[in-house]
């Protein structure tokens, strides 16, 4: 626990250092970005908070602590780790705490437990990709100097996933492999400033992507090696890259050959 709060510590400290370095602090303040950077960042927080209320309740679940205990404890990692990073946006002047946010989180948070509750286990779990982008180098200060960077920041680059775990949905007899999972997925092009004006007047139309893809469920790869289950379970965060089919109302259906 200690050192998982130590590491914690000390990537709030990094994100804070990465994020808003060039960024003036103000006095803590609200800010209504639900319309903004087509949601990507939203999902994004979803994104998070899934995947350390996993962890919350894998932890509590090897501790000993009853089932659903562990579950609604657990669960609510995700809610706690991600909202104190409301906290760094409202103190920027450029951003400002979101409620929109703080949903994304709640939402993340509630779709561990609520499947953990029904199945007793995550079928569907929200899984990123990343690749770089032209849009990067238009306004560096803001959408990243360096891959580093941009992973966080251009949301042209990023791409989130539901990967659904088929089997578990199958009959135990079916010759599904276990290891192959359906993925879709959710982009966005030409988003460059967070205000749909903004972009206008840049000769930017931001537009929306949908991805169907498959995945490999890494943690359907039967091992006994508790170095590979760890190894696995974090790779389980990423998306696989796959040939996979986009849809946009720009270009209609594209299909790429190796999707990240």
Known sequence: MVGGAAVYTGSMIALGETWYQENARTSFHWFNDAREWKQIDKAGHFWGAVHESRLGIEALKRAGLPEKKAIWYGGMLGIVLQSPIEYLDGRSLDYGASASDLAANAAGSFAVIGQQLAWGETRILPKFSFHSTRYAAIRSNVLGKNWQEQTLKDYNGQTYWLSVDVPKFLSTTSRYPKWL?????????????????????????????????????????????????????????????????????????KAHALYF
């Not at 930017?204 to 995945?215: C, G």
Request: charged content about 20%; cysteine-free; hydrophobic content about 40%.
């Open 181 to 253: 999972n359906l993925a879709l997925g959710y982009g966005a092009e030409e988003v460059v400033y967070h205000d749909a004006d903004a972009n206008r007047l840049a000769g930017l139309s931001p537009y929306r992507q949908y991805y169907l893809s498959v995945d490999l469920n890494w943690q359907a790869i039967p091992t006994r090696s508790k170095f590979l289950k760890g190894t696995f379970a974090l790779l389980s965060i990423l998306k696989f890259p796959a040939p996979a089919l986009e849809y946009n109302r720009r270009h209609g259906f």
